[in-house]
């Protein structure tokens, strides 16, 4: 069963920076487009930006200009840097394809404090 793996997390102070990093076992995900969410206890889960493997992005407009996605097709990773953080991107982080294929991982833990 492929396994989602999100790292990269972590607590970081107003206006610092952060990178996530995603792979998956078993499956590559080189050949899907991908997707990272980021949910609150109680609240759905939110698409904040997405790629596809051509390498077109898209972003939820409350992180346009501050978090960037990429991927590296060769290594089977995606990326999500995150510049400018604010308090209210204190979240969970997780990634899946676009649909949504595959089981949701554990997702990374990010904490920005003010």
């Known amino acids: 069963q492929v396994k989602l793996m999100e790292s990269g997390g972590g607590l970081v102070q107003v206006g610092g920076s952060l990178t996530l990093s995603c792979t998956a076992s078993v499956q590559p995900i080189n050949i899907y487009k991908m997707g990272w969410f980021r949910q609150t206890p109680g609240k759905q889960r939110e698409l904040v930006a997405s790629i596809k493997s051509g390498l077109s992005t898209s972003y939820n407009e409350g992180v346009t200009g501050r978090f960037t996605i990429s991927r590296d097709n060769a290594q089977k990773l995606l990326f999500l840097r995150m510049d400018s953080l604010k308090p209210e991107d204190s979240d969970r982080y997780f990634c899946?394809?676009?649909?949504?294929?595959?089981?949701w991982g554990q997702g990374t833990q990010v904490t920005v404090s003010s």
């Open positions: 899946n394809s676009l649909p949504i294929f595959f089981p």
